[in-house]
């Protein structure tokens, strides 16, 4: 793989666990250090990720619905790349982890099949230069999102319990960060910055 200018760091995580946040103080924190930071996430807001974060997809089965994460990633990574060679550090809230932890797991009796997920991404993704996976119970993670408008079907703990316990399985094969999402974000946010500056 091309060594581009820039770092390329992924925060995954179940609903819940702070990513946001944590993603806002890193770039914070970068940006007063004198670094060009771009923050970016998954469904992006282009065409493709705004047509899945509306959730209106009528009829489409979970595999079709795997493959449009996919399409959206395909073309976002592209302009990852492009961020990357400009020198920028790019943080990016969920990536590839994401649509195979929450496929991966039934929802509503419907679950894919992980080496599949994993051998779709494959070809279109860019290997982050770290990955940190936020960990939480799922009970604590939907009492922080208790006060949106709108809850999403993958916000259940039932199912976000099998979706955590895929991604420890991720992090572990694919050689993530592992933080406790329960720790203050300032204190996560320096050690993530200690270990990226082994990557600048």
């Known amino acids: ?15 819940g666990a702070g ?10 924190s970068l940006e007063s250090d004198g670094r060009k930071v771009i923050v970016t996430q998954e469904p992006t807001h282009d065409e493709i990720g705004s047509f899945i974060r509306r959730g209106d997809v009528k009829g489409i089965s979970q595999k079709g619905e795997a493959l449009l994460f996919v399409a959206d990633r ?6 990852i790349e492009e961020w990357l060679e400009e020198g920028n550090i790019v943080i990016c809230d969920r990536y590839f982890a994401s649509t ?3 496929q991966s797991v039934a929802l509503n009796g419907v679950a894919l099949d992980k080496k599949w997920l994993i051998s779709l991404n ?5 290997e982050p230069d770290l990955t ?24 259940n703990a039932g199912y976000l319990k099998g979706v955590r316990k895929a991604y420890l ?4 094969e694919f050689g993530f960060l592992v933080m ?19 990557r600048l």
């Open 169 to 172: 399985e991720l992090a572990e």
């Open 100 to 102: 195979v932890a929450y």
């Open 19 to 28: 990513k946001s946040t944590l993603c806002e103080i890193l770039r914070k």
């Open 1 to 15: 793989m091309k060594r581009l200018k820039g770092v390329f760091l992924v925060i995954e995580g179940i609903d």
């Open 180 to 198: 406790d999402a329960e720790r203050d974000k300032k204190v996560l946010s320096k050690e993530i910055i200690e270990k990226l500056k082994e």
């Open 132 to 155: 940190v996976l936020l960990d939480i119970d799922p009970r604590k993670g939907l009492s922080r999102i208790g006060g949106r408008d709108e809850i999403s079907k993958f916000e």
């Open 74 to 79: 395909a073309v976002h990574t592209e302009r």
């Open 122 to 126: 494959m070809p279109v993704i860019r």
